[in-house]
């Protein structure tokens, strides 16, 4: 074997070395381009199902205020009519009672 076909086997080997380091970078570059298209796929399901959660969680609390402000009102109004009641069994009773008042303040008893 002479020197030149040595030197001609290295440059061969060379040029398969080069080669495969460039095939070595284009395959790095597309798992790359992938992993980061996966990456924003996660990244955009995670978002999805974090906003529909906290849609949820939103829904049953607005459901369980309107049912609480539902009830308050429930019982709000039963303390009104409650006191209406009161008041106007009581209101004849204050107006005699004022009636006398005055009636007595005034000497025309």
Same mark, same amino acid.
């Given at each position: 074997m002479t020197m030149q076909d040595v030197l001609q086997k290295i440059k061969?080997?060379?040029t398969q070395a080069e080669q495969m380091v460039q095939a070595a970078k284009a395959e790095a570059a597309k798992r790359l381009e992938k992993a980061e298209v996966e990456y924003e796929a996660?990244?955009?399901r995670?978002?999805?199902q974090a906003k529909h959660k906290a849609e949820t969680i939103i829904e @049953?609390?607005?459901a369980g205020a309107a049912?609480?402000?539902e009830e308050i009102v429930l019982q709000s109004d039963a303390e009104c009519a409650a006191l209406r @009641?009161?008041?106007s069994s009581r209101l004849?009773?204050?107006v005699k009672l004022i009636r006398e008042r005055i009636m007595t303040r005034d000497?025309?008893?």
């Open positions: 061969h080997a060379e996660i990244v955009k995670a978002v999805s @049953q609390g607005m049912a609480s402000a @009641q009161r008041a004849n009773a204050a000497g025309r008893s």
